[in-house]
């Protein structure tokens, strides 16, 4: 009988860490790998960038799931401290004298050790963690050929060529704010957490969803706890950016990236530090390529160099993006590495190529609109195809052009800004970002102003002054648009004396004083005639159209309407088009003629759908319900009234608030017959 006491079998895993969180979706999936294990060993790989936790989930499973390996738990780390792979056979080599091996018969190739070690735990059941992985290749030379043998492989790369020895691959994000929240207060007590829930979320921001920053500041602020949440706040924050300076635990989350970016092919890491330069959220690979002088095909190679390497993230439409601190890393080490000059040159890039590209999407939204800014020459003016992918590309890179302007505005780079300003005004027309369009365009002002370029500022003035009279800010408007009329006469410039008059008319009008608004288009109708426009004679008679209809003069509203409607369709306007003849269509329902109102405006609804202009479209659905309601036809009034409701609170326009739910009594025939407002839309451009 053999005395020798049996072998406890080897658990090397690291404890589970304090606090743990959400990555449901990463449990499972190891879960799921492992309960469907067939002939092969069930490997799951765990990639993200670094401090996004890949080793707490894994730790965290295994540890759970002890019993199911009652042959042990195996841990290595394939990197060495210093970012270098530790060799394959130094490793199987510490498998081998861990699973009970004898030293003295461990052959000493690498192969030969492979081989042994597939031999030994053949149908053992053990778990294997392979932390920081480098490559496939290092991986692939450690793996059992069991399917009672469990494989975790962590890494900062993304190790797709593990796929073909049947890994399932997981790519772990970094936590939510509220997943971040609930970790941070599992490790400081959540009383600490309520008793400052601003700073909190400034330490939730600073670290990023990053497992690893939110457990050094909880670990610094558990042995502290006198210290307040927003000092420690402001200390972190302080110090990620002093490098070797910095405490040495927060110099944990910095060595992480240290590594990545240490491991970076030069090209690749010029790429990194552009980046973290862009203003926006993300950035196109046109873009990249297009600052940074480089061919395409090479900045798209540094790209999935940094992608496979978790430093950037693919994002739609051959965009890339950097996780929160990512990003903040890549900008630091851009203002450590880069002189001052060379890092406004790539910041200045970014900024005149979003100009070029928003001046080209504006000539396709809004191709009627004479320019002070010219579209820059070559490939910029074949950047869209057509109307709707320009349109579709304002509203993608939205927050990365409203980010490149106020950049623009803290460098005071003046022409670029009134640039931006007027290249805006297509797609505002049809979408009516209210907020930030305002703020740019009085940066924009100023901007015109240090250009001293007169008509560029009366131009940008009548614009702010349009948006001031969307949102009920008549005075303001009149104010910005007198100014305009008086920068036009004192340059003899007709068109912007005649735009200016019919924005003054615009506010006239929506304080109540009709026939002072009537005489302001007048006047600005004639001055386009004398000046030979007829698309700006066409916009004042609409507008005086809509007035006359205000005041009852229902036949003169007519005429002016219809040669305006007229015109437009002429002169290829189908926007204008459309609202002329939907004011049309709100009087002869007036008239009784609902059938005939609600065809025409069915047919203006299909257009203004086809431009995919949302301001638009809720204007034509006003006027529709409130014609369905006269018609008597309750439901669709209200539906479509509803729609227009939705669409203005969307656009942030005060309308919405005019559409509330239609009383009972209103949906009878005739009931809103008296209410004119609603059959004649506000005047836009």
Not at 71 to 77: E, H, S, V
Not at 365 to 388: C, M, S
Request: glycine share 10%; aromatic share 6%.
């Amino acid at each position: 009988m053999d005395d020798t006491p049996e072998r406890t079998p080897p658990v090397q895993i690291p404890a589970p860490a304090d606090g743990f969180v959400s990555r449901e979706a990463a449990l499972d999936l190891l879960d799921r790998t492992w309960l469907r294990r067939a002939d092969r060993p069930p490997i799951v790989v765990l990639s993200g960038i670094g401090g996004v936790g890949k080793t707490t989930v894994a730790v965290r499973w295994l540890t759970d799931h002890r019993d199911r390996f009652p042959g042990g738990l195996l841990y290595t780390r394939l990197t060495e401290p210093g970012g270098d792979p530790v060799p394959a056979g130094e490793i199987l080599f510490g498998f081998l004298v861990a699973i009970g091996i004898p030293v003295d018969t461990i052959p000493p190739h690498p192969g030969q050790r492979s081989a042994v070690f597939r031999a030994a735990v053949a149908g053992r059941f053990v778990g294997i963690l392979l932390d920081d992985a480098v490559s496939a290749a290092q991986v692939r030379a450690l793996l059992p050929a069991t399917s009672s043998a469990m494989v975790v492989v962590t890494s900062r790369r993304q190790l797709g060529g593990l796929a073909m020895d049947g890994a399932e691959l997981l790519d772990l994000a970094p936590l939510t704010p509220d997943d971040s929240r609930r970790l941070l207060g599992e490790v400081v007590g959540p009383e600490r957490i309520a008793a400052e829930p601003e700073a909190t979320g400034t330490i939730i921001e600073i670290c990023g969803g990053l497992p690893l920053a939110l457990g050094i500041i909880g670990a610094r602020l558990r042995a502290r706890p006198l210290r307040s949440m927003a000092r420690e706040a402001s200390a972190y924050a302080r110090h990620l950016g002093a490098g070797s300076g910095a405490p040495d635990d927060v110099r944990e989350v910095q060595a992480v990236f240290d590594t990545s970016y240490s491991e970076l092919p030069e090209e690749a890491a010029r790429v990194y530090r552009a980046c973290g330069l862009h203003p926006g959220p993300d950035v196109s690979l046109d873009a990249l390529a297009d600052v940074l002088g480089e061919p395409s095909a090479r900045v798209e190679d540094a790209v999935d160099t940094l992608v496979s390497a978790n430093l950037l993230v693919d994002a739609a439409d051959d965009r890339v993006a950097q996780h929160d601190l990512v990003r903040r890393d890549a900008r630091l080490r851009a203002e450590r590495e880069l002189e001052t000059a060379d890092q406004a040159a790539v910041v200045r890039g970014f900024t005149r190529w979003y100009l070029a590209r928003a001046q080209a999407a504006d000539d396709m939204i809004h191709p009627q609109r004479p320019r002070l800014g010219v579209t820059p020459p070559g490939r910029h003016r074949k950047a869209f195809p057509d109307r709707a992918a320009a349109v579709a590309w304002w509203r993608r890179d939205l927050r990365s052009i409203h980010a490149v302007v106020t950049e623009a505005d803290r460098r005071h780079w003046d022409e670029e800004l009134w640039k931006f300003c007027e290249a805006s005004w297509g797609f505002f027309l049809h979408h009516r970002d209210y907020e930030p369009w305002v703020a740019m365009h009085k940066a924009g002002v100023a901007a015109a102003q240090r250009c001293d370029v007169p008509l560029v500022e009366a131009r940008l003035r009548s614009q702010l002054g349009f948006a001031y009279a969307k949102l009920r800010r008549f005075d303001e408007a009149v104010t910005q648009n007198s100014i305009a009329l008086r920068l036009g006469e004192q340059q003899a410039h007709g068109p912007t004396q005649a735009t200016a008059l019919s924005q003054l008319g615009r506010a006239a009008r929506g304080q109540g004083d009709l026939f002072a608004a009537l005489g302001y288009y007048q006047r600005a109708a004639q001055l386009q005639e004398d000046l030979g426009i007829p698309r700006g004679v066409a916009l004042c008679r609409r507008r005086c159209g809509e007035v006359l209809a205000k005041l009852g003069r229902d036949e003169e509203a007519i005429i002016e309407l219809t040669a305006a409607a007229r015109a437009m369709a002429e002169l290829g306007d189908p926007i204008q088009h459309v609202r002329a003849i939907t004011a049309i269509a709100g009087l002869r329902s007036n008239q009784g003629r609902h059938d005939e109102a609600q065809l025409v405006l069915l047919d203006a609804l299909q257009v203004v759908r086809d431009l995919d202009s949302p301001y638009y479209t809720a204007e034509v659905l006003a006027v529709l319900g409130q014609v369905e309601l006269e018609a008597g036809h309750g439901e669709d009034g209200r539906r479509h009234r509803a729609e227009a409701r939705e669409l203005y609170a969307g656009l942030g326009d005060p309308r919405a608030g005019e559409l509330a739910e239609p009383t009972a009594a209103s949906d009878h025939p005739g009931t809103a017959a008296g209410e004119r407002g609603d059959r004649a839309p506000g005047a836009g451009s």
